[in-house]
């Protein structure tokens, strides 16, 4: 089993940048790929970027590629989300999920993080 807390929730104006960070408890981190997802006021949570276990493959959305870059390190149990060039439509609840394999669906991951707010204003 694993348990992720999250960390790094924040305001920020639109341009600017974050780093959250997601911890993971136990010895089978590496064992799972993750994934980062988001659900803004009224809308379903959807996929924002994942990564393989080995941290050898990343997969992003289109609406962040080129600005979200997914991390991690499993020597610190630790996946990161590196934000930049944030837009006031990136404002939204962020999660951080654990799975057997990678996946663009939340069902396709077993256990989730906390949540931590985002917002940005423009």
């Known amino acids: 089993q694993v348990q992720l807390v999250e960390s790094g929730a924040g305001s920020v104006q639109a341009g600017g940048s974050l780093r959250p960070s997601c911890a993971a408890s136990?010895?089978?981190?590496?064992?799972?790929?993750m994934g980062w997802f988001r659900q803004a006021p009224g809308k379903e949570r959807e996929f924002v970027a994942a990564?393989?276990?080995?941290?050898?493959?990343?997969y992003y959305a289109d609406p962040v590629q080129g600005r979200f870059t997914i991390a991690r390190y499993n020597a610190k149990n630790t996946v990161y989300l590196q934000r930049n060039s944030l837009k006031h439509e990136d404002t939204a609840v962020y999660y951080c999920?654990?799975?057997?394999?990678?996946?663009?669906?939340?069902?396709?991951?077993?256990?989730w993080g906390q949540g931590t707010q985002v917002t940005v204003s423009s």
């Open positions: 999920a654990a799975g057997t394999v990678v996946a663009e669906t939340p069902g396709g991951y077993d256990y």
């Open positions: 990564t393989t276990w080995s941290g050898g493959h990343t």
């Open positions: 136990g010895r089978t981190f590496r064992r799972y790929a």
